[in-house]
């Protein structure tokens, strides 16, 4: 494995050891510093498998991805919430709410941004390695989409987009993770960007599967390092709260299936727009 690799592997082994032993800035800083371990780990077995990654022979669009990954989730923040330079140490939003943050504004502006830059790339390298090795080679027959479900998607996906900012409520959370889906794949698709759509098209299932599996197995790692940190955030959700591994009730782990998809698509209208028309490095 590449240096890199190695010192991420250590940052998270580090950090869970210092977390345990009850260091506080760790807990306190646990969820960007272990998920910048786990980036720096996964670019490198990306970097292994396929000869490409954000930090070896792509950097500016590594940058990028991360980028817009701040970017994204700000937007997923204004949906849940727009609280955060109200006082106080437990600020509550309409489905997840933080608990014992820096009360130093600037620095949690940093620490923000720092954790929601390491989401995307999270995902995509998660993704790239997957695709590289459990579903390398994965086919099903050819299927093109009739541009009438292309129509009716984005359709669907402005409505769902659109109501959760209009009508606020703790129920239309499942619209945030689908809508942009179902807006933004479609565009892709008919535009020639980077599209599972376009994937299945051409017979490649192997996309769709390990963007689905990267969502799954992200989702699980973010639930079970938050559980344990200092800061971290909970859940506030009207149906089959009760049942829960870790702080997410079980139901809300589907949500991490459509909202890597979402992620994927999000990145790729934006790069799009930018102008990118070379392969991306990752997916």
Sequence with gaps: MRRHGWVGLGIVAGTEALLFAGEPTVGRWFTPLVWTGYVLAADALVARLTGRSYLTTDRLEGALVALVSVGAWWLFEWYNAPRFWRGG?????????????????????????WA???????????????????????????????PALLRGAVAAGAVAVALPLLAPSAWLVPLVWTGFVLLLEPLNFRRGRPSWLAALERGDASLLCALLAAGALCGVLWEFWNYWAVTRWTYTVPYASDLKVFEMPVVGYLGFLPFALECFAMYHWVRGRLGAREAPAVV
């Design 89 to 113: 140490d437990d600020l509550r939003g309409l489905w997840w709410q933080y608990h014992a943050l820096e009360p130093n504004l600037l620095l949690r502006r940093v620490g923000y941004d």
């Design 116 to 146: 929601f830059a390491t989401i995307f790339p999270a995902l995509f390298l998660t993704a790239a390695a997957l695709r590289a090795t459990v579903f390398a080679g994965l086919s099903v027959r050819p299927w093109r989409p009739p």
